[in-house]
């Protein structure tokens, strides 16, 4: 089945700091989610983008479909944004969403 | 526009015993995935269903089985529970053959000891 990797698996940030954080996919995909889990476990939905780019405030997301990579970047760091980012894809229709080891991000004040 | 929920938010078991978990879909969704997430690692796919059928299933033992109802809210049962069985439940839906977008509930705890 498809891999996912994502990098690095932990960051450690000041507040205001600028971060990117990668994910790498193994095959073809028609979902790319990302996601923020936080401390009480809640996967909250970033962005739906299997490709191009977006942006949402202080945080905006790349996906490059052809060369199988995602990167999702967070500015200005807040230690709100604590907590573990998720990717997960998806390879074909109606399959399930197969997610990467995660990134754990901390942001100290 | 109501997400999705989950019931119950912890739950105890011993070992040996069943139990019962449940999801209620984002309103205009059909279709409900269950996932398990051990602490430390990404979510695992339980399996999927629509139409009230298991349309999907992930490397899970005849153990875990679920339900869909017409409504399209959906139970997971775990029979037997083991201590590996301890973890965190998602349920997450989507809408069949559309923009495959999953949007996941809070979870539910469930410890064995």
């Known amino acids: 089945g498809i891999q996912v990797e994502q990098s690095p698996p932990d960051l450690i940030l000041q507040e205001g700091a600028n971060s990117t954080l990668r994910c790498n996919f193994s095959d073809s995909v028609n979902n790319l989610q990302w996601f923020h889990q936080n401390p009480w476990g809640q996967l909250i939905n970033l962005f739906y983008i299997p490709s191009g780019t977006k942006q949402n405030g202080r945080l905006s997301a790349t996906t490059v479909a052809t060369e199988r990579y995602s990167l999702l970047y967070i500015s200005s760091s807040q230690t709100t944004d604590s907590g573990v980012y998720f990717c997960a894809v998806e390879n074909s229709g109606n399959t399930p969403l197969v997610f990467g080891k995660g990134t754990r991000l901390s942001v100290i004040a | 526009d109501a997400g999705v929920t989950q019931s119950p938010t912890h739950l105890i078991k011993t070992r040996g015993q069943q139990v019962t978990l449940r999801c209620s879909p984002k309103s205009g969704h059909d279709t409900v995935s269950w996932y398990q997430q051990a602490l430390g690692q990404g979510p695992q796919f339980i399996f999927q269903?629509?139409?009230?059928?298991?349309?999907q299933r992930g490397n899970f033992p005849d153990r875990f089985s679920g339900h869909q109802f017409p409504n399209y809210s959906s139970e997971l049962n775990v029979n037997a529970l083991l201590l590996g069985d301890s973890a965190l439940y998602l349920c997450a839906s989507s809408v069949r053959d559309r923009v495959p977008e999953q949007y996941f509930g809070p979870g539910t705890r469930l410890t064995v000891t």
């Open positions: 269903y629509y139409e009230e059928e298991e349309r």
